[in-house]
């Protein structure tokens, strides 16, 4: 199995379970049936998972592409540089798109002293897909040339 298939995995997995948490209080006051708060929710957080998944693999391919031009110095290195392309990939697209739906939904008001819900989700999936991506990152055969070997061409 490849880094992808782990990571679209840990993504929809990630995703159902937080479909799950957030309808879990609704499912134990026994407003609705279990079925419908409990599959539902998950079944629609894994796509969403699924999606944030897609993206971070198009961070881990930047990584990847920016290994063979500029070689990380060790395996620990790389797997930051690896985690970090991710992160910011999944943090800059979701952040469009809750920004786009905090404007449509008329939630934009600079005259209140609430902190908006939608920044702790942000922050939430950006430390997830880092971490995540930290402990998924493939290995790399290409290092950094050191200094002892820059002679050899």
């Not at 026994?30 to 539902?40: E, K, N």
């Not at 970090?84 to 939630?107: I, K, S």
Request: charged share 15%; glycine share 8%; aromatic share 10%.
């Amino acid at each position: 199995m490849d880094w992808v298939e782990k990571e679209l995995r840990v993504a929809a997995l990630t995703g159902a379970c937080t479909g799950v948490a957030v309808m879990l209080p609704w499912a134990l006051e026994g407003s609705m049936s279990w079925l419908a708060l409990l599959l539902i929710p998950a079944f629609c957080g894994a796509l969403a998972g699924l999606l944030v998944g897609v993206i971070a693999v198009g961070g881990g391919r930047y990584a990847l592409w920016s290994n063979r031009v500029w070689p990380a110095r060790s395996h620990r290195s790389w797997r930051h540089r690896f985690a970090t392309c991710t992160a910011a990939a999944v943090t800059l697209v979701t952040a469009a798109a809750l920004c786009w739906l905090a404007v449509t939904a008329g939630e934009i008001s600079t005259d209140t002293d609430e902190f908006p819900p939608w920044w702790i989700a942000q922050a939430a999936m950006t430390a997830s897909s880092y971490l995540f991506a930290y402990l998924l990152a493939p290995a790399t055969a290409r290092t950094a040339r050191t200094q002892e070997r820059l002679g050899e061409v």
